[in-house]
């Protein structure tokens, strides 16, 4: 059975593949689009099952995998920056406080009727800017293109006090989950190879942030 990745995040692809699982890459025609009245793990479910559908339509007899990474501060959804001051503004407001992403995973498979749906939270604590981290981060022109501005497996991870939660469902594919779907979906994923993969750490700053 081929697994299809309904992403085009290389994150995503880097963190899937430390499963040890043949899988191949699709890019989901799916354009996200906040739908109002939903909250925040409503809105990450809605954009992974989606994802997952828009590429199984089109591959009805692969097990397709879709995921969508959401902030939420204070209720409300932090989104991808504008620009470098509206990334100043966001790591701004997140400085010295506490804020949670959520990770949604779909399992589609079309012929089988499978559409499966999960979603992991994690609450991050952002350091107090006391020395000038956001500037010197800004500097660095990571931020372009990351929800909330940062980016905990690259330099992000310096503005960052800790994490409680799976590491890897802020970096934006939560392993565990996605072990759990595919194997109650009939995917050979070992048990053994999932803990070893969460012993060994073996993703960038993934050893800085141990829950």
């Not at 995921?67 to 010295?96: F, H, Q, Y």
């Not at 350091?127 to 022109?141: F, H, P, W």
């Not at 999932?194 to 993934?206: D, F, G, L």
Request: charged fraction near 25%; hydrophobic fraction near 40%.
């Amino acid at each position: 059975m081929r697994i299809v990745l309904a992403s085009t995040s290389p994150r995503r692809r880097e963190l899937l593949a430390l499963l040890g699982v043949p899988f191949e890459v699709c890019e989901p025609s799916f354009v996200e689009q906040p739908m109002s009245g939903l909250a925040p793990r409503e809105q990450v479910a809605y954009f992974a099952l989606e994802k997952a559908r828009s590429v199984a339509k089109a591959r009805p007899g692969d097990m397709v995998l879709g995921g969508d990474t959401v902030i939420e501060s204070e209720g409300c959804l932090l989104g991808k920056p504008r620009d470098r001051e509206d990334a100043r503004r966001m790591l701004m407001s997140l400085a010295g406080r506490s804020h949670q992403v959520h990770t949604a995973v779909a399992l589609c498979h079309r012929a089988r009727s499978i559409e499966r749906v999960d979603v992991a939270t994690a609450t991050v604590h952002m350091k107090v800017d006391s020395g000038g981290g956001i500037e010197r981060y800004l500097e660095t022109g990571e931020f372009l293109g990351k929800a909330g501005s940062y980016s905990i497996q690259g330099r992000g991870a310096d503005l960052i006090e800790r994490i409680d939660g799976d590491y890897t469902t802020v970096v934006g594919l939560p392993l565990k989950v996605v072990a759990s779907l595919l194997r109650a979906a009939g995917c050979p994923v070992a048990q053994g190879d999932v803990e070893a993969v969460y012993r060994q750490k073996p993703y960038p700053n993934w050893s800085r942030f141990v829950s």
